[in-house]
């Protein structure tokens, strides 16, 4: 390098005189100042590095060598009239020149690194070491000596080693990674400020020793990461990577995740590692509030099924080392009408209170779950007492049978509870849950709503219920059905009007099955739309061959209606059968409206518009009958067979058919009196206004080829002749 050498020669240079020196003292002096005056000249020539010397007492260059032209892009002729602090950064003038004078007039010597600015405005970096080499005689600097050199090169390329050191510092404290060197002989670790936070490590330079830096990883998780250490050790690995948790001195726990190289000399002894560590923390949490997310219903924040189940297996584990519990399983009475009524969000509403009040009722360590919809269920963790569970069952349902307030209108819900108890009820989970879902449903089935214990004869009537599923199933791929008709006749001629189609099924073991039996499973278990659909066909096709005056009634359920394409169904039996419109008549009942939606009415005005009649069909067997008949203009009333029952015998039940014939005469419409076994009740009822009759008493239910025979049987004159008709 061009410094120390440079410094050196010009440092021999002997300066001061005294004042008292003799005159061949001086004159030596001059001889070996002209020879030193001529070797600068000479070094001035070398071009080796730049080299400039400046007058004190004017402060301007007063030689400049050609390699300092170069450097600071000025010639010759041009610097001689200028100072150095002309062509210095403004920045590091005042600081150069101030520093340079006071070194001048001490040690003579001055070393800086200082900016010089180009003619084009650009900036070079200089390391500068001055030197006086001339005083006057009292020893005042008269002339100093600078060399140059050239440093802006390494001075970038420090900066830029800076910036992306800075970078690489941001870098990982932004993507949380921490490293750290762990010396194996001195059992030593070292690392930067963000590992050691990382690490749950207190501040400061100090190593830290292996054992304290272990101390603070999760005590589940340190006797597997020292393993795992010890492991790889043994093996020579040159990679370990693992993940841990660390409980920071602020309690706060932080996930990382760790990625450590072993080095090892060449007697295969372990030497040092080192390790980078992520803090995976946000990823971790969000991972948890997933898991949550997928084991919890959102809107009670209750455990959900899945949840539920886990908890359930748990329960039955600790259940063989004698720890008995039960499992309950509620319903709502009311919530479809709820929803219906008030709207989804009061649904809402009333769901987060529901679980609001069942918790209250129980223990801390007891699971409370919404498994869907309106149903919850509990696992009770108890002695295994029947009663004590059974209390608990009471409580549930007396806490939710008290009102509920939903937009501002007190409201009775009501709910079902069904009760199984480990291990009486079952050993399984599974068990246990389909048991307490038995009971539910017989607890739902009693007039008295209330809770039930699981019974094992409920498990035959379920059994008994899923085989005949199984069965109907295959019967309605197979259409092992049949429709038998019953005639409907009318009072005044008792000639045959129409038939009402009445289906049964054949089953190959039980032999003919009533409608009863199968229909309410039907539309459970979602065959009744197939089966409907068929019933609909067959009967148009068949009516279809028969006299072109009488018609068919075909009965519908209220599944059907809901579906909402049963007007497409309907005019494709009419088209497909060639059945005129007017002759055919559905047969609904008042469940069919319980909805009130505008699109079950809307199906049904769209059915009325192809010519097809609407009966309401069991009149008066409802609730609140008066009110269906005035929400869609039926053209016909069905009366119950319950009231034929007694009219002949009960004036009371006269009073009520009198009533109801008139009503339904005062509407416009026609009706029908369904269950007239007796001659008796036909002459009673035939008086009171009925106009059209059906039951026993004519014929029962018979299958299509008897439909002839009906015909000629009550085609003709009356063969009843009614008293007082
Ligand atoms: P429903 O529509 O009220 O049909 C009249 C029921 O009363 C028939 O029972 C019929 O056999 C019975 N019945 C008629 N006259 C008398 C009588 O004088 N005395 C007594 N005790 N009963 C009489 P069935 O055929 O067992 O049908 C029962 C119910 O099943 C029907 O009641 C109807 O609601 C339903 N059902 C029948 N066929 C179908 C169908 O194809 N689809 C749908 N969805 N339901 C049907
Ligand atoms: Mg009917
Ligand atoms: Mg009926």
């Known amino acids: 390098m061009i410094g120390s050498g440079m410094f050196g020669l010009l440092g021999r240079f002997p300066f001061r005189f005294g004042a008292q020196a003799s005159a061949d003292q001086r004159e030596a002096a001059a001889t070996e100042l002209a020879e030193k005056d001529a070797a600068l000249a000479a070094l001035f020539e070398t071009g080796t590095a730049g080299i400039a010397e400046v007058d004190m007492q004017s402060g301007r260059f007063v030689r400049v060598n050609q390699r300092f032209c170069e450097f600071v892009k000025r010639d010759a002729a041009l610097l001689l009239t200028l100072r150095p602090s002309d062509i210095t950064h403004p920045d590091d003038r005042e600081a150069v020149v101030a520093d340079a004078r006071k070194a001048m007039e ?71 990674i921490g490293t750290f060197t762990h010396d194996i ?132 584990s600790r259940a063989q080392y004698g720890q008995g519990f039960a499992v309950l399983c509620l319903d709502l009475d009311r919530f479809k009408d ?9 649904g809402d509403r009333l769901l987060i209170e529901v679980a609001a009040r069942l918790r209250e009722e129980l223990r801390p360590d007891d699971t409370l779950a919404r498994l869907g919809g309106d149903e919850f269920a509990v696992i009770h963790a108890s002695s295994g007492d029947p009663e004590e569970v059974g209390r608990l069952a009471r409580r549930l349902v007396d806490r939710l049978g008290e009102p509920f307030v939903l937009s501002g209108q007190r409201v009775l819900i009501g709910a079902s509870v069904g009760v199984a108890v480990a291990p009486r009820d079952g050993a399984q989970g599974e068990e246990l849950l389909s048991a307490a879902d038995l009971a539910l449903y017989q607890a739902k089935a009693q007039t008295m ?49 129409h038939f009402e189609a009445l289906i049964r099924w054949r089953h190959p073991q039980r032999g003919l099955v009533a409608p009863d039996s199968f229909i309410p499973l039907c539309e459970q278990a979602g065959l009744i739309l197939p089966l409907g659909a068929w019933v609909l066909r067959r009967a148009c096709e068949e009516a279809a061959s028969w006299p072109a005056e009488i018609g068919v009634a075909v009965n519908i359920s209220a599944v059907q209606v809901a579906a909402g394409n049963l007007d497409f169904i309907v005019a494709a039996a009419l088209a497909e059968s060639g059945l005129k419109s007017e002759r055919l008549e559905l047969e609904i009942t008042e469940t069919s409206l319980l909805n009130n939606s505008e699109s079950t009415l809307a199906t049904l005005h769209k059915i009325k518009a192809l010519g097809v009649r609407i009966a309401m ?45 008139d009503l339904c005469a005062a509407l416009g419409l026609t009706t029908t009196i369904e269950g007239v076994e007796t001659e008796a009740q036909f002459r009673a009822l035939a008086k009171m206004g009925g106009t059209k009759v059906q039951g026993y008493l004519f014929s029962r239910p018979q299958p299509a080829h008897c439909v002839p025979a009906l015909l000629a049987q009550f085609g003709g004159a009356p063969q009843l002749t009614v008293a007082a008709a």
């Open 449 to 497: 709503r209330g809770w039930r214990f699981f019974e094992p004869q409920m498990n035959v009537a379920a059994q008994s219920r899923r085989d005949l599923e199984r069965d109907l199933r295959a019967a309605v791929e197979r259409e092992e059905f049949e429709l038998f008709y019953q005639p409907v006749l009318e009072v005044s001629s008792l000639r045959i009007k």
């Open 106 to 176: 001490g040690v003579g010597r001055w070393e800086a690194e200082v900016r010089h600015i180009l003619p084009n405005g650009e900036t070079v970096w200089a390391r500068l070491g001055s030197s006086i080499w001339k005083r006057d005689e009292s020893g005042a600097p008269l002339r100093r000596i600078t060399i140059v050199q050239d440093i802006t090169e390494s001075v970038r390329s420090k900066e830029r080693q800076r910036q992306s050191e800075e970078l690489l510092r941001l870098g990982q404290q932004v993507g949380r």
């Open 617 to 661: 069909d069991d009149f008066g067997a409802g609730h609140s009958s008066l009110g269906y008949l005035q929400r869609f203009p039926f053209d016909k009333v069905k009366i119950d067979r319950a009231f034929a029952r007694d009219v002949d015998c009960s004036p009371k039940s006269a009073a009520i058919v009198k009533a109801m014939l």
């Open 185 to 316: 002989e001195t059992g030593l670790v070292r690392c930067g400020a963000d590992a050691r936070r990382m690490f749950g490590q207190p501040p400061g330079d100090e190593p830290i020793e292996f054992e304290a830096w272990t101390a603070a990883f999760h005590p589940e998780d340190q006797p597997r990461i020292l393993e795992a250490i010890k492991v790889t050790l043994q093996r020579g690995d040159a990679e370990l990577a693992c993940e841990l948790r660390i409980i920071g001195p602020d309690g706060c726990l932080r996930h990382l995740e760790l990625r450590v190289g072993y080095f090892y000399d060449e007697a295969g002894r372990p030497t040092r590692t080192v390790g980078a560590a992520i803090d995976v923390t946000e990823r971790k949490q969000a991972e948890e509030r997933l898991t949550h997310a997928a084991r919890h219903d959102t809107l009670t924040g209750l455990p959900n099924r899945a949840l539920f189940r886990e908890r359930l297996n748990q329960a039955t």
């Open 338 to 346: 709820v929803n219906d009524t008030f709207g989804h969000p009061q």
